[in-house]
């Protein structure tokens, strides 16, 4: 029998929900950087958010975050994990590398959030955090691209942190992890709209032929 209009209409429409949900999930799932009290000059505890994105099922078991040659950095111990922060010549911390202990590491499907407490920021309204994310299968993933020249997020994009003034009460957040949250929860909600249209689209086609 031929599908009818409703009922051709109801399936595309919860395609789409589909696909648009699926994408929220994907905008989200970048390495990302927070810290709601940084401001310049002063100290904070950053948080950076590792989601596992392996195709292969491989487990996330190492990463190494890139540091603007900060004066002090303290990381937070986490179970399973063991870290190694890296100092120039000058003493300055550049790098923290957290690895997994064997048989630990971040399953797919899975996140981990690594916290570091870092002292006297510097007085720039932007940080940049370069990271390399390392698989058990051997994979490795360097969040390091900035963003297109024409505004539009790249596909491996730098963990970014905004800072307050020096003084401010203002409260900065992410910029990467303001818009990948906004963009999936716009998604979702026309997701959702549309998966209740196609439901509903079904229930009236199901009633009329009743």
Known sequence: ???????????????SAAALLTGAGVASAHVTVSAPDAVQSGDAVLTFRVPNESGTNGQTTALTV?????????AQPIPGWK???????????????????PGAGIAPG???????LADDLPDQDHLTFPATQTYSDGEVVKWDQAENPDGTE????VPTLDLAPKGSDHKPTTAATAD????????????IALAAGALGGTAFATRRRA
């Not at 899975?110 to 570091?116: A, I, K, R």
């Open 110 to 116: 899975q996140f981990q959030q690594f916290q570091v």
């Open 83 to 101: 870290s190694v922060i890296t100092k120039d010549a000058g003493g300055k911390v550049t790098a923290v590398t957290w690895t997994a202990d």
């Open 180 to 191: 990948h949250d906004a963009t999936a929860r716009w998604l979702g909600g026309i997701g």
């Open 154 to 157: 790249p596909e491996r994009p």
């Open 66 to 74: 890139q540091f603007p040659s900060l004066l002090s950095v303290d």
């Open 1 to 15: 029998m031929a599908l009818s209009f409703v009922s051709r209409t109801a399936i595309t429409a919860a395609i």
